[in-house]
Nanobody
């Protein structure tokens, strides 16, 4: 049975950096498409970044391109989201997701990922 578990939330100041991690059981990070999403109250969940299984091809939402970087450590079986140059509008609950069909594509935000970690809050203040 597949489980994904996110960690690394917390608070930070604008301009700072945070790193989110996502581990799991029942899956190998390199064999699954993995993604990060986020959600703020009253808004729909939005995609952040996706990394494909195998070659690790990535896609990120334009508004976060260059600030947020998705990566994985195959040896640690862990997915990461490095968030730099944080802005108050980055305040949200962040979720990690996984599936093992198809590929990570530019339209990953519409992808119905099969497995979701619990969300963790990231709060950015001025």
């Amino acid at each position: 049975q597949v489980h994904v578990v996110g960690s690394g939330g917390g608070s930070g100041q604008a301009g700072g950096a945070r790193r989110r991690s996502c581990t799991g059981s029942g899956l190998t990070v390199a064999d699954y498409n993995r993604a990060w999403f986020r959600q703020t109250p009253g808004k729909e969940r939005e995609g952040v970044s996706c990394i494909g299984w195998g070659d690790g091809r990535t896609h990120s939402v334009d508004s976060m391109e260059g600030r947020f970087t998705i990566s994985r450590d195959n040896a640690k079986n862990t997915l990461y989201l490095q968030m730099n140059s944080l802005k108050p509008e980055d305040t949200a609950v962040y979720y990690c997701a996984a599936d093992n069909w198809g590929y990570c594509e530019a339209d990953f935000q519409r992808r119905p990922f099969d497995y979701w970690g619990q969300g963790t809050q990231v709060t950015v203040s001025l």
